[in-house]
């Protein structure tokens, strides 16, 4: 069994007594920590690796709860649209890749994250349904090759939406099916599946009730998008024809609980907060799209105060342009802050914790998120000797507010050192680049959107 020991780093252990260990040492055998301490105890048997992080922050692995990795060929292209108008200008080119296509952006969003500092995400994704393949599986191979720790969250759709992302639900409770017994705990429980629908008005209340079903029966979480704008409870009332908020109606259909996960919630009233609350759902913040798009502040704080388990996420890369966890904890404090005219409204302490350990019960990974013996070893290490990081007075608001996604130097997942020094090794990163290329073109114009040249050279102009 493969022996790491990462040393001499300052560590944030991010555990129930938020220790932080100058001069630490964390050691990891196989998938699992199992010693977290200084330099000067024991050593214990030897190791197989050693990494200095002399003159490094050492911390848990950030949890990106909520992305779209799927349309990862859309960035850039309509970020100064609205949220639905942007749908409808991304989904062409999404409904144009093949398992080729989707493998090849899976991948490249797997690869962001990772150098992001991400060890955990959930992959969103909706595609097309096809009768002789399942394009989840693409997805999934992605995150098993990368190394990256990942749920992909099937998303359906049933009405009201392109026919092309259409299912019964009798399609979705097979499809489900087949891909929970596929994939669902695999490689050691690595790699997850959950479900829900994409957006609150692509299915009735029947539909929510056999989405909730089907996930019971495959013992699997709902992820679904929340109350993400006064548009969106607009539109669900004009749907559902009464007048009923999303959390009122999830409420009523029993889609809420402690394996719910509701993502985005900027138009919540208080009794909806209590419903969240009461339910043990999990509530995951995604700031940086909700700037973009201006969809509105959520409350973070009356989430917080009422006690509802919280997370982050970048959302995807063709909503918000990156997948730099960072970004999302400095964008949540400035928006929590703004929301409640109140500058403790969300401390750097908190919106780390959201990014790591309260980030991982949020997903339903409680045995990641933090440093402590018998977790799983999730771990990354940020380069503190920097200009933007100096002076080095308090780690936790440095990395919140100051840091940046480059900093990142090292990535253990599950034991596996899976990036070093920047340079992630389990994807050769050149070729994967020049196929993104290749292959977004080729999508693109399947789609009839027409890109702009390659700007760099050495980048093929040509799909």
């Known amino acids: 069994m493969t022996r790491i020991a990462i040393e001499h780093g300052l560590m944030l252990t991010m555990d129930p007594a938020d220790r932080i260990i100058e001069d630490s040492r964390v050691v990891i055998e196989g998938r699992d920590i199992v010693a977290v301490g200084t330099c000067s105890d024991d050593p214990g048997p030897p190791c197989d690796l050693v990494i200095d992080a002399t003159g490094r922050i050492v911390l848990p692995g950030l949890v990106n709860s909520h992305t779209h990795l799927c349309m990862a060929f859309g960035r850039t292209i309509g970020p100064e649209r609205r949220l639905l108008d942007w749908l409808d200008l991304i989904m062409p080119m999404m409904a144009a890749m093949d398992a080729e296509a989707l493998y090849v952006a899976e991948l490249l969003g797997c690869v962001e994250n990772i150098k992001n500092g991400n060890t955990s995400l959930v992959e969103n994704i909706f ?63 690595r790699l997850r599946l959950s479900i829900g629908p994409l957006l609150p008005w692509v299915v009735d209340e029947t539909g929510f009730r056999e989405t909730r079903r089907i996930a019971r029966d495959n013992g699997l979480a709902l992820h679904m998008h929340v109350a993400e704008s006064p548009e969106f409870n607009n539109m669900i009332a004009r749907h559902f024809g009464r007048a009923i908020r999303q959390v009122e109606l999830l409420d009523e259909v029993g889609c809420l609980g402690p394996d719910v996960q509701a993502i985005a919630c900027s138009d919540v009233s208080p009794r909806e907060i209590e419903l969240l609350a009461q339910s043990g759902t999990a509530v995951l913040f995604d700031p940086p799209t909700r700037l973009f798009w201006g969809t509105g502040f959520p409350p973070i704080r009356d989430f917080l105060t009422a006690g509802i388990t919280c997370g982050l996420a970048t959302n995807g890369a063709a909503a918000n342009c990156g997948q730099d966890l960072f970004e999302s904890m400095k964008y949540a404090c400035a928006t929590a802050k703004t929301a409640a005219n109140d500058p403790r409204a969300l401390t750097a302490a908190r919106a780390l914790r959201m990014a790591t350990v309260e980030g991982a019960r949020a997903i339903g990974l409680p045995e990641t998120g933090s440093i402590e013996v018998g977790k799983r070893a999730d771990l990354i290490t940020v380069e503190a000797r920097q200009p933007h990081l100096a002076p080095l007075f308090d780690p936790e608001k440095a990395l919140v507010y100051s840091a940046r996604g480059a900093d ?6 599950d034991g596996r050192v899976v990036m070093r020094d920047r340079k992630v090794l ?35 102009n040509h799909a």
């Open 127 to 189: 595609m097309p349904p096809q009768a002789t393949a399942d394009p989840e599986d693409s997805a999934f191979r992605a995150l098993r090759d990368s190394g990256i720790r990942g749920t992909v969250a099937r998303a359906t759709e049933a009405r009201s939406f392109d026919p092309r992302f259409c299912e019964t639900t009798a399609e979705q409770a097979e499809r489900v099916g087949r891909l929970a017994a596929r994939w669902h705990g695999g490689e050691d429980g």
């Open 408 to 413: 990142v130097r090292d990535a253990v997942i």
């Open 426 to 460: 389990t994807v050769d990163e050149t070729a994967l680049l020049a196929e993104v290329d290749r292959v977004a073109r080729r999508c693109a114009a399947s789609a009839g959107i027409t890109l702009p040249e390659a700007r760099l050279m050495g980048m093929s």
